[in-house]
């Protein structure tokens, strides 16, 4: 778009002459009325004025408007008031103002225009409306390139709707119509629509980056400062996101993604009018009219990592819901010998629990244009990509903090960095949170046992890695050698399971041995460990005599593997009773730990622990 002309002109006029009937202003237009008219008239400059004023005050450019002389030795832009149908032929209501593109001009409906004695809320934002469709067209170079509606309509609808309850407190849609007042639109389909009511709920994104950027609506100004040339959908995202990455350092992937778990969280903040239903019924329908259906991945004590599937559209966003069973504990004693303790999983404060949310694709693209926050959040967070651990493309990681217990509600959106490169996908996630289960067997003694988790990163400074849990110590960070502790526990301290190793660094996933030993600076390279049942003197502790590790995957953002190991009890002393456990005891366990890591630290910068 050509660069748009300075505001030399500050003032309007109200004229009375039909802006199709060809004659031109100079032909003397009626500018003097009287009574009622003269009245309604001078409401209506005025609020032109103020309107003028506040773009202007944007650093937007002059309207595209006939200029005339306003017989007081000035110029003025001229406003038709003129008396034309209310609903169009296909029988749709028609505005109180409108704006010719083509012909330039702003026509008021006489008839309409008054409520009561003052100007009609709808006029006030039908006028902010129309006014800055002129805006728009000052910019317009090329006279062939046109944006789309979702730009154009979706542009004046924000600025009309906001400009009037700014100006003159006119809020039209307020306690009738919150969903069209707050811009619910299928946010599940492309970012550029081209459904007509769409494309002015699309008022909704236009109206976050104005709330969500220091300028307000000044950042309009440097998106109008973007040449352009040429029409059509791919024209319109480049123009945006060069627009935007001007202006604010990123392009409209970053924007798009933290719009929309803004505007899931509008409902029932937002409403101007208490639901019908619940606050919860509410934003369940909201969210459904803006990402259609949310389904849900359940992770609980049988089934401890959940999968959803997400058809996403390009440039467009979905939901799903992630819930997280509560932490159990054991209530039978390890002395019953069976189904001794339950499987927990790794908290940090109450019900606070680490999630980690994972997919997988054939290219780095396909998962760097995604990106997942919590619904209401401020900020999306983009995808943490690295190589498959089985080889077979890449692997997407997120991490969050969430509550057990509660479902959590997530919007991933779907724009490339480049957003006309994006493409529809269909994304499996899977869910997880730290956990453990331990299975042991022999002398008729079987069960579950586990977590929470306890992941631990010796001779490191504490700044360098995060607690996933109060219960962790976790550090991390200056030199060689890497010092992993894997502790795996029961709540009431009934059971524990610890694994130890010195390496060198960095670990990477594999089998690993597991050796009888004192202290792992001693068989660097291999685990060492023990478990333990009971309390007190109740308690019996088994050395690990031999066994297997096998790391799946190891790295900042999560750690998966299983343990098969071999225990055996200390020797008697004289004199001792015979032990109420076995002497050996095999135990098998699989654990799933979601790190919250510093990735600036030097643990990390350095290939310490993780490749």
Avoid at 33 to 60: C, H, K, P, W
Avoid at 541 to 556: C, N
Avoid at 564 to 591: C, H, I, K, N, Q
Avoid at 602 to 611: A, Q, S
Wanted: a negative charge; hydrophobic letters at 35%; charged letters at 20%.
């Amino acid at each position: 778009m050509a660069q748009a002309a300075g505001w030399d002109i500050q003032t309007f006029r109200v004229v009375d002459a039909d802006p199709r009937s060809g004659l031109p202003l100079d032909m003397n237009p009626t500018i003097d009325f009287s009574g009622d008219e003269a009245f309604l008239v001078a409401l209506m400059e005025t609020y032109f004025n103020d309107v003028g004023r506040e773009y202007q005050a944007l650093g937007l450019a002059a309207p595209s408007l006939p200029v005339f002389d306003d017989g007081q030795g000035g110029k003025a832009y001229a406003v038709h008031l003129n008396d034309y149908p209310d609903q169009r032929r296909d029988g749709s209501q028609q505005t109180r103002a409108r704006y010719a593109t083509d012909n330039l001009y702003i026509e008021i409906d006489a008839s309409r225009a008054l409520s009561g004695s003052e100007l009609s809320e709808q006029l006030l934002e039908d006028i902010a409306h129309e006014l800055f469709h002129a805006v728009q067209r000052s910019y317009r170079g090329n006279p062939g390139a046109t944006h789309g509606d979702w730009i154009i309509e979706g542009q004046a609808q924000a600025l009309g709707m906001d400009t009037a309850r700014k100006l003159r407190g006119a809020d039209v849609h307020a306690g009738t119509q919150d969903d069209y007042r707050l811009g619910g639109r299928e946010y599940f389909l492309s970012l550029p629509t081209q459904v007509h009511d769409e494309t002015y709920r699309t008022a909704s994104f236009w109206r976050y980056l104005a709330e969500a950027l220091p300028s307000g609506y000044g950042y309009l100004a440097a998106l109008f400062a973007v040449p352009f040339e040429t029409a059509g959908e791919n024209a319109d995202l480049l123009w945006l996101d060069e627009g935007l990455r001007s202006s604010t350092g990123e392009g409209l992937a970053l924007h798009y993604a933290n719009f929309v778990v803004s505007v899931a969280g509008y409902v029932p903040g937002r409403l101007t009018r208490a639901p019908s239903g619940t606050p919860e019924a509410a934003r369940e329908k909201w969210l459904e009219r803006l990402f259609g259906s949310c389904p849900t991945g359940n992770l609980t004590e049988r089934s401890p990592v959940g999968v959803v599937r997400s058809r996403l559209q390009k440039n467009a966003a979905r939901c799903f819901n992630a819930y997280i069973e509560p932490s159990v504990t054991a209530s039978a004693s390890a002395q019953g010998g069976s189904a001794l303790l339950r499987r927990v999983r790794s908290r940090r404060n109450n019900n606070q629990v680490d999630l980690l949310v994972r997919a997988q694709a054939p290219t780095v693209a396909a998962l760097e244009a995604l990106s997942i926050g919590h619904a209401g959040s401020k900020a999306s967070q983009p995808a943490n990509v690295a190589p498959a651990a089985d080889g077979d493309g890449y692997t997407a990681t997120w991490g969050f903090g969430v509550e057990a217990g509660k479902p959590q509600t997530f919007i991933v959106s779907n724009i490339a960095g480049l957003p006309t490169t994006s493409q529809e996908q269909e994304v499996y996630f899977d869910l997880l949170t730290s956990s453990a289960h331990m299975t042991g067997a022999g002398s008729g003694l079987s069960g579950t046992i586990g977590g929470p988790v306890n992941l631990r990163f010796d001779r490191f400074p504490s700044r360098d890695i995060l607690a996933t849990d109060v219960e962790s110590t976790l550090k991390a960070g200056i030199d060689r050698p890497c010092m992993l502790r894997l502790l795996m526990t029961q709540t009431d301290g009934e059971a524990r399971f610890a694994l130890q190793v010195d390496h060198a660094g960095p670990i990477r996933p594999g089998s690993f041995s597991v050796t009888r030993g004192q202290a792992p600076e001693k068989t660097p390279g291999n685990f060492i460990g023990y478990f333990s049942f009971g309390t007190g003197r109740d308690t019996a502790a088994y050395g690990m005599e031999g066994g297997t590790v096998e790391l799946t995957a190891f790295g900042p953002h999560l750690v998966q593997g299983k343990a098969s190991v071999l225990g055996r009890l200390p020797a008697r002393g004289y004199g001792d009773a015979p032990p109420a456990w076995p002497e050996t005891l095999s135990v098998r366990t699989e654990f799933t730990i979601i790190p919250r890591v510093n990735l600036d630290s030097p643990l990390f910068k350095h290939n310490y622990c993780f490749e």
